[in-house]
C-alpha cells in the first residue's frame, strides 16, 4: 500500500474481503455458517486472486515477458479476472469462451481489452465437449501468435493467490476466538480449494475439507459427466489439482436447489451473487447441521450477483 493508505497499484486491491455469519437460513442447533464475500475484489470475482498469482509467477520465471500475448480459455471469471490483471500489466489477451456464460463476463472481458473468440455450445448448456472444444481454438492460437498459454487447469500458482485467502480466514475466525471445523467449495480448475484448504489446514484443530459439484455433472462423486448451467465448476473431469488427500470427501448439489437458494440468499441474507456460490453455501449448510452448535463452516461466495443479471437467475 502506498502513502496515505492510497494503493500503487490496482492490483493492491485483490483480498481483504469480508467474512460475514450467516442468520436466517441456517437450521436451529446447527454450526455458524460464514461466507467468504469475494465480490469485493476489482472484477467481483474471487478469480482476480489466481490471475494475479499466475500472471506474476510466470513474470518470475521469465515465462511471460513485455510483448508476449497471454491466452487461455474461460467461462467468464477468469477470462474477466486475466483481462483485468493484463490491463494494468499492458499484456495483450486472448480469450475463448462461448455463449453457454453469461453475457456480462463475456462484456467484461472485451472491456478491459481482451480479445474474445466464442465456441458454440449445445443450446447454452456447460458440456464436457465444450471444454475439448475451446481448448483446441487455445492450442491454434498459441501455436500462431507464440501466446504464453496460462493453462488454469495444471497451474499450480494459482494455490499462492488462493493461500491467501484461506489465511484471511483464519485470521478473522482465530479473531473471534473460534476455529474452522469445514470448509467446502464447488470445484472448476480446484484451485481454490486446494489453495485455501491448504492454508486453512495450518490451525491446530483439523478442518474438514468438501469438493462440491452439480448432481447433474456427479465426476467426482460417481466418476460420470454431464451438461448443466452452474457457471464456474465441473468441467466434466477430475481437475488435476485437486490431488489425492487435498479434500476429504466430496458431494453433490442439486442445481435447480441452488439457484432458488441463490435467490433466498439474496433476499433473506444480502449475499448477492451467482449459482456457483449458492452451490457452496449449501453444501455448508448441510454440513452445518451435521457438525452442530459450536462449530464453524466456512465457504466463499466467489462473485457478484451482478454478473447474472441479464440471464433468467433472478428472474424467479
Known sequence: MGEHGILSSPLDAIGGTPLVQLR??????????????????????????????????????????????????????????????????GYALSIVSSDAFAKEKLDTMRALGAEVTLVASDGGRITPDLFVRMREEVERIVEGEDAWWVDQFHNADAL??????????????????????????????????????????????PVRVVALEPTTSPMLTEGRAGPHRVEGIATGIVP??????????????????????????????????????????????????????????????????LKYLAGDLYRA
Request: aromatic fraction near 4%; glycine fraction near 16%.
Open 24 to 89: 436466517r437460513l441456517v437450521p436451529p442447533r446447527a454450526a455458524r455458517v460464514l461466507v467468504k464475500l469475494e465480490g469485493g475484489n476489482p472484477t467481483g470475482s474471487y478469480k482476480d486472486r489466481m490471475a494475479r498469482a499466475i500472471v506474476e509467477a510466470a513474470e518470475g520465471r521469465g515465462d511471460l515477458r513485455p510483448g508476449r500475448r497471454v491466452v487461455e480459455y474461460s467461462g467468464g471469471s477468469t477470462g474477466s479476472s486475466l483481462a483485468f490483471v493484463c490491463a494494468v500489466k
Open 160 to 205: 499462492t493467490g488462493y493461500a491467501a485467502l484461506g489465511r484471511e480466514i483464519l485470521e478473522a475466525v482465530g479473531a473471534s476466538g473460534g476455529r474452522v471445523d469445514a470448509f467446502c467449495a464447488g470445484v472448476g480448475t480446484a484451485g481454490m480449494l486446494v489453495g485455501a484448504a491448504g492454508a486453512l489446514r495450518r490451525q491446530s484443530a
Open 240 to 305: 488435476p489439482l485437486l490431488a489425492p488427500g487435498t479434500h476429504d470427501e466430496a458431494a453433490t448439489v442439486d442445481e435447480a436447489e441452488a439457484r432458488g437458494l441463490a435467490r433466498r440468499l439474496a433476499r433473506e441474507e444480502g449475499v448477492f451473487a451467482g449459482t456457483s456460490s449458492a452451490v457452496n453455501v449449501a453444501g455448508a449448510l448441510r454440513l452445518a447441521e451435521r457438525i452442530g452448535e459450536g462449530g464453524t463452516v466456512v465457504t466463499v461466495a466467489t462473485d457478484s450477483g
